[in-house]
């Protein structure tokens, strides 16, 4: 079995700080990919950062500049650091890995609880 593990979500003003973390366990052989989503109330889930299966980070537009994604491969984890945080920003954040387990040839879609960030003065 494999699972995410999300923290770090919270209530911040604008302007302000979060990083969440996100951690992979498990019969894990490899992690092909990982990053984060995020889901607004009434809007559809869309990608926010990821690592991409060569390495390269990915952000979105509408984050570049203000956030930052890193991990730590020793950890399984990928962090997401949010700065300059604005209230178009709050929603649950969810971490996708795209994995594949011991004793499998292809990868799977993995998905986090979802972890709530609110910015909100």
């Known amino acids: 079995q494999v699972q995410l593990v999300e923290s770090g979500g919270g209530l911040v003003q604008p302007g302000g700080s979060l990083r969440l973390s996100c951690a992979a366990s498990?019969?894990?052989?490899?992690?092909?990919?990982m990053g984060w989503y995020r889901q607004a109330p009434g809007k559809q889930r869309e990608a926010v950062a990821a690592?991409?299966?060569?390495?390269?980070?990915n952000l979105a537009a509408s984050v570049k500049g203000r956030f930052n994604i890193s991990r730590d491969n020793t950890k399984n984890t990928v962090y997401l650091q949010m700065n300059s945080l604005k209230p178009e920003d709050t929603a649950v954040y969810y971490c996708?890995?795209?994995?594949?387990?011991?004793?499998?040839?292809?990868?799977?879609?993995?998905w986090g609880q979802g972890t709530q960030v609110t910015v909100s003065s």
């Open positions: 996708n890995a795209r994995i594949i387990k011991m004793g499998y040839a292809l990868e799977y879609d993995y």
């Open positions: 498990g019969s894990i052989l490899r992690i092909n990919a």
């Open positions: 690592f991409t299966p060569g390495g390269v980070t």
